[in-house]
C-alpha cells in the first residue's frame, strides 16, 4: 500500500499533536503542519499531501479561505475541514470551499480514523 500523506493545520499546537497522533498510530504519515491558513497554502504547495486536516478558526488566514486557495492550485486537493463550532453554516461554507468531510471538536479519535479512511483509504 502506497503512503498516504496528511497536512496537519491547527493554530493549536496541541490539537495538531493529538491528531498527529493518532494518525500515526493508524499507518498515515504526517509529512507537514502548519498554524495559519498561510502557512497550509504555502506548504500544501510545497508538499502535495494526499489529505489536508483545516481547522476553520486560524489567524492571519481562517481554513475557508486556505482551503479554497488550495482548491484553486489544486483542483484535485482532498481537504477535510475541523472546527469546534458545530455551525451549520460553517459546515455549508466548507464543503462549498471544496471541503468533503467535516470533524467537530472535540472530536473522538475514530471519528478522525473514519472521515480520514473515507477520503483517502
Same mark, same amino acid.
Not at 471538536?105 to 471519528?111: D, S, V
Given at each position: 500500500m502506497a503512503e498516504k500523506t496528511i497536512l496537519l493545520v491547527d493554530d493549536a499546537a496541541f490539537m495538531r499533536m493529538m491528531m498527529?497522533?493518532?494518525? &500515526? %498510530?493508524? *499507518?498515515? &504519515? /504526517?509529512? *507537514? #503542519? +502548519? +498554524?495559519?491558513? /498561510? #502557512?497550509? /497554502? =504555502?506548504?500544501?504547495?510545497e508538499l502535495k499531501p494526499n489529505l489536508c486536516i483545516l481547522d476553520i478558526t486560524m489567524p492571519e488566514m481562517d481554513g475557508i479561505q486556505a482551503a479554497r486557495e488550495i482548491k484553486a492550485a489544486d483542483s484535485d486537493a482532498i481537504i477535510i475541514m475541523c472546527s469546534a463550532m458545530g455551525q451549520q453554516a460553517m459546515v455549508i461554507e466548507s464543503i462549498q470551499a471544496g471541503a468533503r468531510d467535516f470533524i467537530v471538536? @472535540?472530536? =473522538? @479519535? #475514530? %471519528?478522525i480514523i473514519e472521515a480520514v479512511k473515507k477520503v483517502i483509504g
Open positions: 498527529k497522533d493518532i494518525l &500515526t %498510530r493508524n *499507518g498515515y &504519515t /504526517v509529512i *507537514g #503542519e +502548519a +498554524a495559519n491558513g /498561510v #502557512e497550509a /497554502v =504555502q506548504k500544501y504547495n471538536k @472535540p472530536f =473522538q @479519535p #475514530e %471519528r
